[in-house]
C-alpha cells in the first residue's frame, strides 16, 4: 500500500516557475514508476512526467525543455520542477505510484496566469 500526497501548487504568472513535491509512505519506493499527471477543465487526465525506478525519465511533447521529474528514494520524494510556465499548464497535478498497482495522490492546483 501506498500512499502519496502532493504540495506545491499554487497561483504564479506566465513565465514563471513552481516546484511540485510528492511525499510517499509505504515500504519499497525505490521499486515504483513515478509519473506526474495533470487534468485541465473539461479534459482527460494526461501524462505530463514519468521517472522509472530505473531514474530513465519520459516527458509530454508539451512540458519538454520546460519541466524536470527527479526523485529522492532516501525521502521517498517525486519532484517536479517547473519553469516558463503558460496558462495552459493550468490543472490539478497527480503524483502516481506505479508497479503492480497504480496508485494516485490527491492532487495539487496549479494556476498559471497570463
Known amino acids: 500500500q501506498v500512499q502519496l500526497v502532493e504540495s506545491g501548487g499554487g497561483l504564479v504568472q506566465a513565465g514563471g516557475s513552481l516546484r511540485l513535491s510528492c511525499a510517499a509512505s509505504g515500504s519499497f519506493f525505490s521499486i515504483y514508476d513515478m509519473g506526474w499527471y495533470r487534468q485541465a477543465p473539461g479534459k482527460q487526465r494526461e501524462l505530463v512526467a514519468v521517472?522509472?525506478?530505473?531514474?530513465?525519465?519520459n516527458y509530454a511533447d508539451s512540458v519538454k525543455g520546460r519541466f524536470t521529474i527527479s526523485r529522492d528514494n532516501a525521502k521517498r520524494t517525486v519532484i517536479l520542477q517547473m519553469s516558463s510556465l503558460k496558462p495552459e499548464d493550468t490543472a490539478v497535478y497527480f503524483c502516481?505510484?506505479?508497479?503492480?498497482?497504480?496508485?494516485w495522490g490527491q492532487g495539487t492546483q496549479v494556476i498559471v496566469s497570463s
Open positions: 521517472i522509472t525506478s530505473g531514474d530513465s525519465t
Open positions: 502516481n505510484a506505479k508497479h503492480s498497482r497504480s496508485y
